[in-house]
């Protein structure tokens, strides 16, 4: 059965993120009903502290040298995590800015999963090489400013360049993003954000 991964990175029951993918998915679903969803709420799930046995299996490996047990126990919550990834043929990822960037949590998520050997290689001839396969991924963004005339305010969006690159890094290169914003201030402008993102939201959901 084909899969979609689906991150899910705000805590807000309301979030303005998770709204949006809902929109996407009850789309996605009547159109894909043979298709298993995988939910991972990262406010919920059980996510290693990247520090010990875990952050020593990355220097281990960067450093060309084998695994103690703690390490390789470590590095197996990784193996876990990376796996759930590179096991859907489809990823959405719905997020909120957080000072410019991404909540902690998904930061969390990328900092496990990136790991040599799992998600990237080095090769002195050609550099870092991309482990994964490539799929098309959706990031749906919330943000209380919006960005889609550039800067706002004194405020940058740094979460878009990062993700694109992080997710490019690992070899996820087929990714759209989708903003939702300003998702604060006057309620005209904020209900405007949401009906735009919404409308393409479900239309992109067709051709997925
Ligand atoms: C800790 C925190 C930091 C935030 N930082 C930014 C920011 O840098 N830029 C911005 O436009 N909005 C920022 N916001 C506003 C959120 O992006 C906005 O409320 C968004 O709708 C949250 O997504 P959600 O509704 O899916 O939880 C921040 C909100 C919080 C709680």
Same mark, same amino acid.
């Given at each position: ?10 805590? !807000?029951?309301?979030?303005?993120? /998770? ?24 406010? !919920?799930? #059980?996510?290693?502290?990247?520090? @010990? ?10 450093? /060309?040298?084998? +695994? ?9 919550? &990784? ?8 096991? &859907?043929? !489809? ?9 410019? @960037? ?19 290689? +080095? ?11 490539? #799929? ?10 919006? +960005? ?15 993700? #694109? ?5 690992? /070899? ?12 604060? /201030? ?23």
């Amino acid at each position: 059965m084909p899969k979609l991964l689906h991150l899910s990175c705000s805590p !807000r029951p309301d979030s303005e993120s /998770g709204a949006g993918a809902q929109v996407f998915l009850d789309r996605f679903r009547q159109l894909h009903p043979d298709w298993d969803i995988d939910v991972a709420d990262l406010w !919920r799930e #059980r996510m290693p502290d990247f520090a @010990g046995p875990i952050l020593e299996a990355k220097y281990a490996r960067m450093n /060309g040298q084998g +695994f103690s047990d703690a390490q390789r126990a470590g590095f197996a919550e &990784a193996e876990r995590m990376a796996l759930r990834l590179s096991l &859907a043929d !489809r990823v959405l990822i719905s997020t909120p800015m957080w000072n410019f @960037g991404v909540p902690y949590k998904l930061k969390q998520f990328i900092d496990i999963i990136v790991q040599p050997g799992l998600t990237f290689r +080095f090769d002195p001839s050609q550099g870092y090489v991309p482990l994964l396969k490539d #799929r098309p991924t959706l990031v749906v963004l919330a943000s209380g400013s919006d +960005f889609s005339t550039g800067m706002n305010r004194g405020r940058i969006d740094m979460a878009t360049p990062y993700l #694109r690159e992080v997710l490019r890094f690992i /070899g996820i290169s087929d990714v759209r993003f989708v903003a939702i914003g300003p998702t604060t /201030g006057p309620r005209p402008s904020v209900e405007a954000a949401r009906e735009r993102a919404s409308k393409r939201l479900a239309a992109m959901a067709a051709n997925f």
